[in-house]
């Protein structure tokens, strides 16, 4: 394989890996309380100038991963009981536009507190060298994001698939009712839900940042829509879909621009939205979920 | 055991439950029987928790206490050990049948216990055994229905509500079920039944109540309820 086309691989991979963490935790939440959480994308903003500030008191960087999941994790909670819980059981319309208003305070807030300038946002100098892979090179940045994004994503798997927290989660997301007479409290499975998928999405913060060397507070509006994209094309609610979604849409934005004629690369983010009209009309309910099953 | 003095309860607007009284005593088999609409289901998730009646009184008495089921959430009273095996099964297709049977053990947390619960239920009903690894949604409606009142019997139930058990099910598979209810009693578990097959529940009722567009309309003894006119010409199909 050639240097370049290895490059681009892996790009994308580790593009995909930020999308699929992204992801994740949006369809985690969209399947257990059918909402489709705006406010998402800015958890990543979150996670990204809580380590710039930890970075400037010289905390460490394996602990900082440790604090932006706990930090992400008691944002997102904070989120959930705030705001989303007095709203439980209202039409579908208001949790939506619930999920808006929180993007738009959170979005506000930080610039107000951060201002919108850009900020300088750099990995240890170690992290940018170049790793030898029999023949091809690809930057450590790269490799550990995707890396340490198998490493949660397996954590996850495991939480959801393997114990009792998980099992009760995916029995309230498939039926609440049902769920309630088992005598699982949902407030407190919704708010674990909503801690793990926060968790996630406040470390894709950490390696945005690192991966593109510069943050501000708006930087979460992107990949809160492309976590949408992505969960679109692997399926509204599915983990696997999601995580998926989240690895084809990294590898396809790559493949577009590398593909693409230069005056056209500029474009790629049409081209995504491209990708998600087209699966809408072909196949709406995914590409790996088999059927679609509306809780109505 | 289960005490309900002049219960009310709105869904929207709809006046569903009307003053409605009535008695579970411990060991008892009580069946609730009327026509669909009548407000047994309603009556079922009122004391379960889901659903807040606008005034009334409903109590559950054990050796561990006595429960208000009109104010403690739906966990406490699940954790007070009232069980409700909800109309439709409503089983979780998506998971497995063990992990379905491992939440209806979703308050118990000693191992060994659940482990030997999980066995009873094994024995009682083999094919969950076999079927264990299986998505539930795979099963068949008879085998669903085994799976629910399976997974209700995990949650160790001192107070079992059943909401039509035998709904759309082979007769076959509905004598298997009132086997298994007939077992539970002399086990001595105290059980609330809903039947629309109003002769069956009636032969292993205790006691019985008979509503209608919410109300209780008549109350006596399962056999005694057998012979009344009123209930063989509108349950029973039995002309006048």
Not at chain 1, 42 to 59: K, Q, R, W, Y
Not at chain 1, 164 to 193: C, D, K, Q
Not at chain 1, 275 to 281: H, K
Request: charged content about 15%.
């Amino acid at each position: 394989m050639s240097q370049y086309l290895f490059q681009q691989l892996v790009n994308g991979l580790s593009l995909g890996s930020l999308y699929a963490l992204v992801a994740i935790g949006f369809s985690m939440i969209y399947g257990i309380v059918r909402l489709i959480n705006f406010a998402h994308g800015d958890l990543v903003m979150i996670g990204a100038f809580s380590t710039l500030a930890m970075i400037a008191v010289g905390v460490p960087w394996p602990l900082i991963l440790v604090f932006v999941l706990m930090i992400g994790a008691v944002a997102g909670m904070l989120i959930e009981s705030v705001v989303f819980r007095p709203i439980r059981g209202a039409p579908q319309v208001t949790g939506f536009i619930a999920t808006l208003a929180v993007s738009i305070v959170i979005q506000n807030s930080a610039l107000l507190l951060l201002t919108g300038q850009q900020r300088n946002f750099v990995f240890p100098a170690f992290m940018r060298q170049r790793v030898p892979l029999g023949g091809v090179s690809a930057s450590l940045t790269d490799m550990v994001i995707i890396c340490l994004t198998l490493l949660l994503i397996a954590i996850l798997f495991f939480i959801v698939y393997r114990t009792r927290l998980g099992t009760a989660m995916r029995a309230t997301a498939e039926n609440l009712m049902a769920a309630r007479l088992m005598g699982v409290s949902v407030n407190r499975t919704i708010l674990a839900a909503f801690a793990i998928g926060s968790a996630l999405a406040a470390v894709a913060g950490v390696f945005w940042g690192g991966k593109f060397g510069q943050i501000d507070p708006l930087l979460g509006f992107v990949p809160g829509l492309k976590a949408f994209v992505a969960c679109v094309i692997g399926g509204v609610g599915s983990l696997g879909g999601a995580m998926l979604g989240g690895y084809i849409l990294g590898l396809a934005e790559v493949l577009f621009v590398g593909l693409l004629p230069q005056e056209l690369s500029g474009y790629r983010d049409a081209f995504v939205f491209l990708l998600l009209i087209v699966i809408l009309l072909v196949k709406p309910s995914g590409l790996f979920v088999r059927h679609v099953e509306d809780r109505a | 055991m289960l005490e309900v003095r002049g219960l009310d309860v709105f869904r929207g607007a709809t006046h569903v439950l009307k003053d409605v009284s009535f008695n579970v005593a411990r060991g008892e088999l009580a069946a609730l029987i009327g026509a669909n609409g009548a407000g047994k289901s309603t009556t079922l998730l009122t004391l379960s928790g889901l659903l807040r009646p606008r005034s009334g009184l409903a109590v559950m008495r054990t050796e561990g206490g006595e429960i208000d089921l009109t104010r403690a959430s739906a966990e406490r009273i699940v954790r007070a050990g009232l069980i409700h095996c909800p109309e439709g099964r409503q089983i979780f297709q998506s998971l497995t049948v063990a992990e379905n049977l491992a939440m209806g053990a979703y308050t118990r947390s000693r191992r060994e216990e659940i482990a030997a619960a999980t066995a009873e239920v094994h024995e009682l009903f083999p094919i969950l055994k076999e079927r264990a690894s299986l998505p539930a949604g795979s099963l068949s409606g008879g085998e669903q229905m085994m799976l629910a009142i399976g997974r209700a019997l995990l949650a160790s139930p001192k107070l079992l509500l059943l909401d039509e058990p035998s709904l759309g099910l082979a007769p076959k598979v509905v004598e298997t079920i009132f086997d298994v209810i007939a077992r539970l009693k002399a086990q001595g578990v105290t059980i609330l039944l809903i039947e629309q097959n109003a002769v069956m529940a009636l032969e292993i009722a205790d006691r019985a109540y008979v509503m209608e567009n919410g109300r209780i309309v008549l109350a006596g003894a399962g056999r005694e309820l057998m012979d009344n006119d009123r209930v063989r010409q509108s349950y029973l199909g039995v002309p006048l």
